[in-house]
């Protein structure tokens, strides 16, 4: 089983690369996001790989970070979602956004990926909302705990730090120390400027 591949780009086309491993070529089906971070033909690069065998054949699927390794296995999970459908919708969405999506129970974020229409957007919504936060959401967002249940100010209030630049998971464990010190029926005004609070110290 291939988890990683280390070398050099040779070709870069619309939904894969080509992996120049000790001069053995590895074609990664890849996000249009990984795609971009590839840079060009020649550079040194590290992919993730999510290795697929099946009787006809072996696919290879990378990502350039584990955030979006982890939403693409997740997204497969749902009734409807194939590789090619989980692709699209992390190179038009990042894994912070799809965090915010399935917080928010908002179905119409995935539906903006070409293949995703409103009954698959709910279903990715509604079955993965349970399921996200043993997710990473990208660099710093290791050891985060639960995500707040997709309801109430704290969506809100998460929803409104991640708008002003911060983190999605910075942004939840703020939103979560303020909820705990603040209480039930706190005001979104109120828990947002107490989690800037926290942020800031």
């Given at each position: 089983?291939?988890?990683?591949?280390?070398?050099?780009?040779?070709?870069?086309?619309?939904?894969?690369?080509?992996?120049?491993?000790?001069?053995?070529?590895?074609?990664?089906?890849?996000?249009?996001?990984?795609?971009?971070?590839?840079?060009?033909?020649?550079?040194?690069?590290?992919?993730?790989?999510?290795?697929?065998?099946?009787?006809?054949?072996?696919?290879?699927?990378?990502?350039?970070?584990?955030?979006?390794?982890?939403?693409?296995?997740?997204?497969?999970?749902?009734?409807?979602?194939?590789?090619?459908?989980?692709l699209a919708i992390l190179s038009t969405l990042a894994?912070?956004?799809?965090?915010?999506?399935?917080?928010?129970?908002?179905?119409?974020?995935?539906?903006?990926?070409?293949?995703?229409?409103?009954?698959?957007?709910?279903?990715?919504?509604?079955?993965?909302?349970?399921?996200?936060?043993?997710?990473?959401?990208?660099?710093?967002?290791?050891?985060?705990?639960?995500?707040?249940?997709?309801?109430?100010?704290?969506?809100?209030?998460?929803?409104?730090?991640?708008?002003?630049?911060?983190?999605?998971?910075e942004a939840q464990r703020a939103v979560q120390t303020?909820?705990?010190?603040?209480?039930?029926?706190?005001?979104?005004?109120?828990?947002?400027?107490?989690?800037?609070?926290?942020?800031?110290?």
């Amino acid at each position: 089983m291939i988890a990683k591949l280390s070398g050099r780009l040779d070709i870069s086309g619309a939904n894969d690369c080509i992996i120049d491993v000790g001069g053995v070529g590895y074609l990664v089906f890849c996000s249009g996001r990984t795609l971009a971070n590839l840079g060009d033909a020649g550079n040194a690069v590290t992919l993730l790989i999510e290795t697929h065998v099946r009787e006809d054949h072996i696919h290879l699927y990378g990502f350039a970070e584990a955030a979006e390794r982890d939403w693409f296995k997740l997204l497969l999970s749902v009734q409807g979602v194939g590789a090619k459908v989980a692709l699209a919708i992390l190179s038009t969405l990042a894994p912070g956004e799809l965090t915010q999506a399935v917080l928010a129970q908002d179905k119409s974020m995935p539906t903006r990926a070409p293949g995703v229409g409103p009954k698959l957007g709910g279903r990715i919504v509604s079955e993965l909302k349970d399921k996200v936060g043993n997710l990473a959401l990208g660099p710093g967002a290791s050891d985060t705990t639960a995500l707040p249940p997709a309801q109430g100010p704290a969506v809100d209030a998460i929803s409104a730090l991640v708008n002003l630049g911060y983190r999605p998971a910075e942004a939840q464990r703020a939103v979560q120390t303020a909820a705990a010190t603040l209480g039930e029926g706190v005001e979104l005004q109120s828990l947002i400027r107490d989690s800037l609070r926290h942020l800031a110290s």
